[in-house]
């Protein structure tokens, strides 16, 4: 099956500064990734994702880029508020397939 | 729309008692998830459920058990609880499959601990 690595396990940054989280995959078979965001004590929510056919994709601050040969992805995060501070989700799945393979989380802490 | 709603929201049980985590969604989705959450593990797939009457075995399944008999409900059985099974778990469900790119929604989490 499908795994997915993350690196940095912690990230801390001043605010205003940018944050960079990459994630590996394993399947060269997957086509979606979505980041999800969790806050202390509450549910991941999807903050951004990006299909296989796509290289970029950018949302207000948040940008996520796709190399399928390297097989990796990386959430960006530029001018970075207090808000940014959680645990972020990377995950991967194949087309098709109902298994998605989520890594096991960055601790981003926005330092004021 | 409610969302997913799971309940309840902590439980403490102890070994070998048997219990149920409750699972329901108002948004009409095929799909529904559970997931189990433990420090630096992230979110790790126990079973899941394409439609009703139908559901198949994710990264974890062993001590838990589910069936799919509406497509509202997707309930959670702990037969005899176990210390490992100490997490959070997260009821997840959406539209289609996470292979089609379809955004899956979680309920707020169930706090389980096993003593």
């Known amino acids: 099956g499908e795994n997915v690595e993350q690196h940095p396990s912690t990230l801390s940054v001043q605010e205003g500064d940018s944050a960079v989280i990459k994630c590996t995959y394993s399947d060269s078979a997957s086509n979606y990734f979505p980041w999800y965001k969790q806050e202390l004590g509450k549910r991941p929510q999807l903050i951004i994702d990006i299909r296989s056919n796509v290289g970029e994709k950018k949302d207000q601050r948040i940008a996520v880029t796709l190399n399928k040969t390297a097989k990796h992805f990386s959430l960006h995060i530029t001018e970075t508020q207090p808000e940014d501070s959680a645990v972020y989700f990377c995950a991967a799945t194949p087309y098709g397939n109902n298994r998605l393979a989520f890594g096991k989380g960055n601790q981003v802490v926005v330092i004021p | 729309n409610a969302g997913v709603t799971q309940t309840p929201k902590f439980q403490v049980l102890k070994t070998g008692q048997s219990m149920t985590l409750q699972c329901a969604q108002d948004?009409?989705?095929?799909?529904m998830s559970w997931y189990r959450q433990d420090p630096g593990m992230g979110l790790r797939l126990i079973h899941y459920s394409v439609g009703a009457g139908i559901t198949d075995q994710g990264e974890v399944p062993n001590g838990y058990n589910v069936s799919r008999s509406t497509t509202e409900d997707f309930p959670l059985r702990l037969l005899s609880a176990a210390p490992s099974q100490t997490s959070v778990y997260f009821c997840?469900?959406?539209?289609?499959?996470?292979?089609?790119?379809?955004?899956?929604?979680f309920g707020e989490g169930s706090w389980l601990t096993v003593v």
């Open positions: 948004m009409n989705h095929e799909y």
């Open positions: 997840a469900s959406s539209l289609g499959g996470s292979g089609s790119g379809n955004t899956i929604y």
